[in-house]
């Protein structure tokens, strides 16, 4: 059975360090690898998306890699903003389950201090 | 503005009574599903949809019932709710199979039952 670990479960860092989060899961026979955002008391935002046969994906200050091999996948967040706080999210599609069911993790909380 | 809504927001019932929870997107998505989120848990699949009249089940269907009878709606329904389905509910929709495509997320339905 996929399990997805996200470690750490929180983190505080200054504004305008960068940082790295890091998701593993269990079962490298993936279709991809998806990292969200949640703001409270709001719903999921879609921030990147690697597929399986990808290395790493890049929107702005944010750069997602993925391997496979090892089963590990890291969100890295240059130049962070106060603005970038909220708990991410990664979560794998796999080819176990229910078809199309996203395997998530618990996530990391991520507070950027002025 | 293309969006999953989901209605209502807040809910608070007792055991027993029947409640079922609307979701719709404007985006002519395909394949549609429901996830519940809890603490220490994460997020989880109830049920998903495919197309039209198609619907399977996820990882924790018990005690729910789903219904796809226009591609834009997929409402999710607790036939007699008990305490233990209080919890964040999110719809989430994508125009192809999530092993693929990008899902969007409805901004959550909190359910608690009394």
């Known amino acids: 059975k996929q399990e997805v670990t996200q470690i750490p479960a929180a983190l505080s860092v200054p504004e305008g360090e960068n940082l790295v989060l890091n998701c593993s899961f269990t079962d490298s026979a993936i279709y991809n690898l998806q990292w969200f955002r949640q703001d409270p008391g709001k719903g999921l935002t879609s921030l990147l998306l690697i597929q399986s046969s990808q290395r790493e994906q890049t929107s702005g200050r944010l750069n997602a890699s993925l391997d496979k091999s090892s089963g590990r996948s890291t969100l890295y967040i240059a130049a962070s903003q106060p603005g970038d706080s909220a708990t991410y999210l990664c979560a794998v599609s796999g080819y176990g389950g229910s078809q199309g069911n996203l395997i998530f993790g618990k996530g990391t909380k991520l507070s950027v201090k002025p | 503005e293309a969006q999953v809504t989901q209605n209502p927001r807040y809910l608070i019932t007792v055991t027993g009574k029947k409640l079922t929870v609307t979701c719709s997107q404007n985006m002519n998505h395909e394949y549609m599903s429901w996830y519940r989120q809890d603490p220490g848990l994460g997020l989880r699949q109830i049920y998903y949809s495919m197309n039209v009249e198609v619907t399977d089940k996820g990882d924790v269907p018990e005690g729910y019932k789903v219904s796809r009878k226009e591609k834009r709606n997929f409402p999710l329904i607790l036939e007699s709710p008990s305490p233990n389905q209080t919890s964040l509910y999110f719809c989430?929709?994508?125009?192809?199979?999530?092993?693929?495509?990008?899902?969007?997320f409805g901004p959550g339905t909190r359910l608690t039952v009394l």
């Open positions: 989430a929709s994508s125009s192809n199979h999530p092993s693929t495509d990008t899902q969007y």
